[in-house]
């Protein structure tokens, strides 16, 4: 709206030369604290500051056309991000830690501001800030594994970002918990997906020794045999004979960070290296980090379920919104000639058909 008003500035002007009423219509009143000759208040008899009512025309002056494109640039960033985070069509959840961060120093510049209205204005969104993410402890954890999930990111990015925007003693406890949540949620996505081992090979290899006494079994098994004592004493020494998933995901290399990384499309690439990680992934990233799309599904249900059709069956409805979400996303435009087209030829292959009753005589001979 105010990009709209600042092409029109000049209008506003010739309002005031050629309509009468454009004053009237804009005026206001406003009570004004009085000052005397050396600028200081003039107080009542009870001590309050003396006020009077005074009348403005309201037309805009130079001065607020100057705070309209102040206003318009700072608000454009807040447009950009709201467009960003409600869309349905790609992944959100992974850009919480960038939008959250950028919103943050956004604000502390506009505390720092000369400008007393951007002071001002800064201050009171900083405040609604910190209502909704000003404690880290009681926000959604997924959010910040949906971050770590991000082959761009990962887990020491969020516990820089924390760090950054809470200071160390709080940015390093929560960077803690979150890590804390991800193992755990890691752990029991494993213990879901993987089958439980039986017997192990060590245990096992007696049993086939029983089965088949040829020199050459014998000597696979002798040779399997001593694998199989390696891995059981690696695994005594360091817990574990192999890194797990998350693990190995979590100390690889960072990938180049492009606005047009498709981060779906990185795990399908990579689910045979990471089939647990990727089924968390796929768990994590759907979930959206604004409720603007679903509001919005409900919103237009509303408009195709009006007072003159409030009959239609809910199969019909869905059928009505799902094609209109379709015809919206066509990449390709609709030719209605070729359509017409079609329909016709579709008619004339109908009017060339025989129908048949069931006692085989001929119903319709449309030729």
């Known amino acids: 709206m105010l990009n709209t008003a600042q092409k029109f500035e000049r209008a506003f002007d010739r309002f005031d030369e050629q309509d009468p009423c454009f004053k009237l219509d804009l005026q206001y009143t406003e009570w004004h604290v009085i000052l005397n000759e050396n600028e200081e208040m003039i107080l009542e008899s009870d001590g309050k500051p003396k006020r009077e009512l005074k009348t403005f025309d309201g ?44 919103i943050h120093t956004i604000l502390k510049e506009w505390q720092q501001s000369d400008d007393i209205d951007v002071y001002s204005m800064g201050i009171r969104m900083k405040n609604k800030f910190d209502k ?64 439980q081992c039986g017997t192990s090979i060590v245990s096992s290899i007696p049993e086939s020794v029983g089965n088949d006494n040829t020199p050459t079994n014998m000597s696979d098994l002798k040779r399997q045999s001593i694998i199989a004592k390696y891995k059981k004493q690696k695994a005594q020494v360091f817990g574990d004979g192999n890194m797990s998933e998350l693990d190995k995901y979590l100390n690889e290399i960072v990938e180049e ?99 048949f009753d069931n006692t085989g005589d001929i119903m319709i001979n449309a030729i």
């Open 132 to 195: 909704y993410w000003g404690d880290p402890e009681k926000m959604n954890k997924l959010l910040y594994i949906a971050v770590v999930l991000d082959p761009r990111h990962k887990l020491d990015f969020v516990e820089f970002m924390l760090i950054e925007l809470y200071g160390d003693e709080k940015g390093a406890k929560v960077g803690k918990i979150i890590k804390d949540t991800l193992f755990a949620l890691y752990k029991n996505y494993k213990e879901k997906m993987e089958p």
């Open 59 to 102: 037309k805009p002056t130079s001065a607020d056309w100057n705070n309209v494109r102040l206003f318009a640039s700072l608000l454009q960033v807040f447009y950009e991000l709201t467009l960003k985070v409600s869309g349905s069509l790609y992944v959100t959840s992974n850009t919480f830690a960038h939008e959250i961060s950028y």
């Open 257 to 355: 960070y492009c606005d047009t990384f498709d981060i779906l499309g990185w795990w399908k690439q990579n689910c045979h290296r990471f089939p647990i990680l990727s089924q968390i992934a796929r768990d994590v990233l759907a979930i959206p980090i604004s409720t603007v799309a679903s509001e919005s599904a409900f919103s237009t249900s509303g408009r195709v379920l009006d007072c003159f059709r409030s009959s239609l069956t809910p199969k019909v409805v869905e059928s009505l919104i799902c094609t209109q979400d379709w015809l919206r996303l066509s990449l390709q435009s609709l030719n209605v000639e070729e359509i017409l087209e079609d329909m016709e030829k579709l008619e004339n292959d109908h009017n060339g058909l025989v129908f």
